[in-house]
């Protein structure tokens, strides 16, 4: 079902652009520079920041980037004197993975992609799914919000380096669709107009507006199946005198830390063409690659960040492979099926990398020699 978002115009708007870390971070300051730049051709000032200021953003963690925009100077002062960005009309998440839910440093336990959202708001993804799609991986709603979805793929171009694929300005029209009171399409195309001077960035605003699907979602909708990671933080009557720092067992993670939320893709590894050098247990950042009794290595996909360091160090061509994080549901590990089963694991390997599983000896004894085949 879709519907035109246009509530009735308030004090103030707040914009919360949730994105990967430096990946992704002048994408998301773009976004937020261009809804104050747009809003105030309509005469209401605004304002962009960051959620941090320390940059706590290493290979990909979720991080905030927020624009206010309000009606007058005195109501922006009064909204940003009392405001903490906890609450939200609009959510964008320009990498559909972030809809499972997120988990930063700043605070323990993984939160709903929705839950800032207030009730009635909307959240904008950029993806090439439907909107049924994500809905059905997202956090159970637990009050009605609008799903607008901005055709479009995660827009990732490496460290520090911005890609000019116009997500940006997609974005920007959807924008205008789901809050035409704060940001109408015609002062958005002219202020894109105006910093780029190319009409095929104009055009994508355009698109972007034509082309979001609007989608309500009802209390009720998304998936129970997501792990419950919520926690209480100890105040200051209830902490420990001192400085104490358990120590990690021997076998034992974090029980309170899953990294998994930072992931867009995830390593799934061939154990038949696995020839056991260890490269991708000595290279990974996060310790994430444990040794099984036959010798071979397995992903813990609950500390796994998906940075993709693995696929690049292994030395055997698609023994790792980096896979689309929305394909997966669970975080189970997979080595113990692949030995009880190997036929029904390689088949689900090549189903869900798409690369056929050759002989392990034809795969090591091409690395061994340098070739690709």
Not at 57 to 64: D, L, Q, S
Not at 174 to 198: G, M, S
Not at 283 to 306: L, R
Request: with cysteine.
């Amino acid at each position: 079902m879709t519907t035109q978002a246009a509530p009735a115009k308030t004090t103030d708007i707040t914009v919360e652009v949730v994105y990967r870390g430096i990946f992704q971070k002048t994408l998301a300051q773009r976004i937020c520079r261009g809804v104050v730049l747009a809003a105030r051709r309509s005469g209401h000032p605004g304002t962009a920041f960051a959620r941090y200021g320390d940059s706590p953003e290493r290979n990909g963690v979720p991080a905030k980037q927020f624009a206010v925009v309000a009606v007058d100077d005195t109501q922006l002062e009064a909204s940003m004197a009392r405001y903490e960005p906890s609450i939200v009309d609009v959510t964008v998440a320009v990498d559909d993975t972030l809809v499972k839910g997120v988990e930063s440093w700043a605070w323990y336990g993984r939160q709903p992609i929705w839950k800032p959202t207030k009730p009635g708001g909307v959240v904008i993804v950029t993806s090439d799914r439907t909107a049924d799609e994500i809905i059905a991986q997202t956090d159970k709603a637990e009050k009605p919000y609008t799903l607008a979805v901005v055709p479009g793929g995660a827009s990732f171009a490496g460290l520090w380096v911005y890609k000019d694929d116009h997500t940006d300005w997609r974005v920007m029209g959807a924008l205008a669709k789901v809050a035409p009171e704060w940001l109408p399409l015609e002062h958005v195309k002219a202020l894109v107009r105006e910093q780029t001077k190319d009409e095929g960035a104009v055009a994508s605003v355009q698109f972007g507006h034509d082309a979001t699907v609007l989608r309500e979602v009802k209390p009720g909708e998304g998936t129970s199946g997501h792990e419950v990671l919520q926690f209480e933080k100890p105040g200051w009557t209830t902490m420990r005198p001192g400085i104490v720092v358990d120590a990690r067992k021997p076998g034992e993670r974090n029980p309170f830390y899953k990294k998994y939320s930072a992931r867009t893709q995830r390593p799934v590894v061939n154990f038949d063409t696995c020839i056991k050098c260890t490269m991708c247990w000595l290279d990974c950042p996060d310790e994430c690659f444990e040794v099984t009794p036959t010798g071979h290595y397995e992903v813990v996909y609950e500390a796994c960040i998906g940075c993709g360091i693995c696929a690049q160090v292994c030395p055997v061509k698609d023994c790792i492979v980096m896979v689309d994080e929305l394909k997966f549901e669970k975080n189970d590990n997979v080595w113990q099926r692949w030995q009880s089963d190997r036929e029904s694991y390689n088949r689900w390997f090549e189903a869900t990398t798409g690369v056929s599983v050759a002989p392990p000896k034809t795969k090591a004894a091409a690395a061994a020699a340098g070739g690709d085949d």
